[in-house]
């Protein structure tokens, strides 16, 4: 298989860090829409990331299709996510609320970074940063309702929604820093500390 989409957009880096916790073997593509347009569309016509190249040439796209499929291949032993019930529900909740995160913290780098200062309605950034700022408050939000021991979102091991959560932080920091103060979202730090240290994100660092 082939991953395509460079590691400092948050929603290729899940996908690849997703391979590697499960164990498939992929090469990874390190292509983005701007440096490297011709080859981003060759596999995908809207001009996104990430895509997963099958070995059979079947392209995926959209993370969150790409993991569905992935976690199917690892099997319902190894998901990262339940195939039925109240469990699957509240992982997909948080993995909603941490997938939206990272597209308006992708939404605040456009307007900061590439977009002509001449062209910055800054209402609309202050609601966008707000809004990133608010999901990042629900997920700490979550993590503080937690009447388990551990470092993660729901009891037992680690989720999709933990991924998310700390791939949507750390995408934040990496693109946006300052936007979160340190110590503002303890707990969702905590839980970035915890997951950064495991190989499948070490393998998966974003440029």
Request: aromatic share 8%; with cysteine.
């Amino acid at each position: 298989m082939e991953l395509i989409g460079y590691y400092a957009s948050p929603f290729a880096r899940r996908v690849g860090i997703t391979l590697h916790l499960y164990g498939i073997p992929f090469t990874h593509r390190p292509f983005g829409p701007r440096p490297d347009p011709e080859e981003v569309r060759a596999r995908n016509p809207l001009g996104r990331i990430p895509s997963l190249v099958l070995d059979s040439g079947e392209v995926l796209i959209d993370s969150l299709m790409i993991i569905d499929f992935l976690d199917e291949l690892a099997g319902p032993q190894r998901a990262l996510i339940p195939a039925s019930g109240e469990r699957r529900w509240q992982v997909n909740r948080l993995v909603a609320l941490a997938h939206g995160t990272a597209e308006k913290s992708i939404a605040v780098f456009y307007e900061r970074i590439r977009r002509p200062p001449s062209h910055v309605w800054q209402p609309w950034l202050d609601k966008l940063e707000s809004q990133c700022l608010d999901g990042l408050a629900a997920l700490e939000a979550a993590l503080a309702a937690r009447t388990h021991a551990g470092p993660w979102l729901l009891p037992g091991d680690m989720t999709h929604a933990d991924v998310a959560a700390a791939v949507a932080l750390q995408g934040i920091n990496f693109d946006l820093p300052g936007l979160v103060p340190p110590g503002r979202f303890r707990r969702l730090e905590a839980l970035s500390a915890e997951a950064a240290v495991l190989p499948a994100f070490a393998a998966a660092v974003p440029i």
